[in-house]
């Protein structure tokens, strides 16, 4: 089992960056593909971006294709999404999510974190 805690929200001025980190548990976090995935009230929760066991191939959606990044760094048992050129529709909680393929499928993920709130202003 992989335990994720996710950190590094807040509130951020449009135009401005952020950079969320996800710090797994577990000893074996390295074999596991990471996502990002974030839900605004009253919609659904969206795919944001992945990331492959060993930190290659990572993988975006479009609407922040450009923007964000996502690294990781097993060592550390962290994986991180950097967040720049922020909009308001960026404003949401992000989870952070382990599973075995890095896909836009929020079903084939097996281990959430809480979330953190990240809020943009106009």
């Known amino acids: 089992q992989v335990q994720l805690v996710e950190s590094g929200g807040g509130l951020v001025q449009a135009g401005g960056s952020l950079r969320l980190s996800c710090a797994g548990s577990?000893?074996?976090?390295?074999?596991?593909?990471m996502g990002w995935f974030r839900q605004a009230p009253g919609k659904e929760r969206e795919f944001v971006a992945a990331?492959?066991?060993?930190?290659?191939?990572?993988y975006y959606a479009d609407s922040v294709k450009g923007r964000f990044n996502i690294s990781r760094d097993n060592a550390k048992n962290t994986v991180y999404l950097q967040m720049n050129s922020l909009k308001p529709e960026d404003t949401a909680v992000y989870y952070c999510?382990?599973?075995?393929?890095?896909?836009?499928?929020?079903?084939?993920?097996?281990?959430w974190g809480q979330g953190t709130q990240v809020t943009v202003s106009s």
């Open positions: 577990g000893r074996t976090f390295s074999d596991y593909a």
């Open positions: 999510a382990a599973g075995l393929l890095p896909i836009a499928n929020r079903q084939t993920y097996d281990y």
């Open positions: 990331i492959t066991w060993r930190g290659n191939s990572p």
